[in-house]
């Protein structure tokens, strides 16, 4: 069985055992780290994700935090008054041994390295909670401080009272939002 994990911003075709350099992790020598971001698993049934394969992981342990090859970037301008100019760096890696690929039954609570690579994503909804940003102006940041004031549905909002506006201090509630919950409320 394989996977393709995705990692870095780079995809790597993974078998249990394989050794991979991959970009800097945060995490040390000995500690066993999840990656969630699994794009496809391969084998006798294989299953392509779209975008991502749920509830599939891959285990891994990391060996050791090396440097790559040194790189070196030379620029050169042609003709006359031309400059010449060399950099060179060392890419950081994490040296990683796969251990275990999890088709199913992945924990969702991911490690500290997985969750420091990973992108930051928006904020998380409760459950039974709406999607505050289909309000005409209200973004993603809006939306966050409307749940953190307590209004994660529609249904709240709609039932906002002028004197309720003016006591939430977390953010600006503007009448239209009331206005437009009450529609989002009816379905």
């Given at each position: 069985?394989?996977?393709?994990?995705?990692?870095?911003?780079?995809?790597?075709?993974?078998?249990?055992?394989?050794?991979?350099?991959?970009?800097?992790?945060?995490?040390?020598?000995?500690?066993?780290?999840?990656?969630?971001?699994?794009?496809?698993?391969?084998?006798?049934?294989?299953?392509?994700?779209?975008?991502?394969?749920?509830?599939?992981?891959?285990?891994?342990?990391?060996?050791?935090?090396?440097?790559?090859?040194?790189?070196?970037?030379?620029?050169?301008?042609?003709?006359?008054?031309?400059?010449?100019?060399?950099?060179?760096?060392?890419?950081?890696?994490?040296?990683?041994?796969?251990?275990?690929?999890?088709?199913?039954?992945?924990?969702?609570?991911?490690?500290?390295?997985?969750?420091?690579?990973?992108?930051?994503?928006?904020?998380?909804?409760?459950?039974?909670?709406?999607?505050?940003?289909?309000?005409?102006?209200?973004?993603?940041?809006?939306?966050?401080?409307?749940?953190?004031?307590?209004?994660?549905?529609?249904?709240?909002?709609?039932?906002?009272?002028?004197?309720?506006?003016?006591g939430i201090d977390a953010v600006k509630v503007k009448p239209e939002w009331v206005a437009q919950a009450k529609d989002?409320?009816?379905?």
């Amino acid at each position: 069985m394989f996977a393709v994990l995705k990692t870095g911003g780079k995809q790597y075709k993974v078998q249990a055992g394989d050794i991979l350099r991959i970009e800097k992790l945060a995490a040390d020598a000995g500690e066993t780290i999840q990656f969630d971001e699994i794009l496809m698993l391969g084998g006798d049934a294989p299953v392509v994700g779209a975008p991502l394969v749920d509830g599939a992981a891959v285990k891994a342990e990391v060996i050791d935090q090396i440097k790559g090859e040194k790189l070196i970037h030379f620029v050169k301008r042609r003709r006359k008054h031309s400059s010449k100019r060399t950099k060179g760096h060392r890419q950081k890696l994490t040296l990683i041994k796969i251990t275990e690929i999890l088709a199913s039954g992945a924990t969702k609570a991911a490690p500290k390295a997985a969750a420091k690579a990973a992108p930051k994503a928006a904020p998380a909804a409760a459950a039974g909670a709406d999607d505050l940003t289909q309000l005409t102006g209200v973004g993603p940041a809006a939306a966050k401080k409307l749940n953190d004031a307590g209004l994660t549905s529609f249904a709240q909002i709609a039932a906002l009272s002028d004197d309720d506006i003016a006591g939430i201090d977390a953010v600006k509630v503007k009448p239209e939002w009331v206005a437009q919950a009450k529609d989002l409320a009816k379905g």
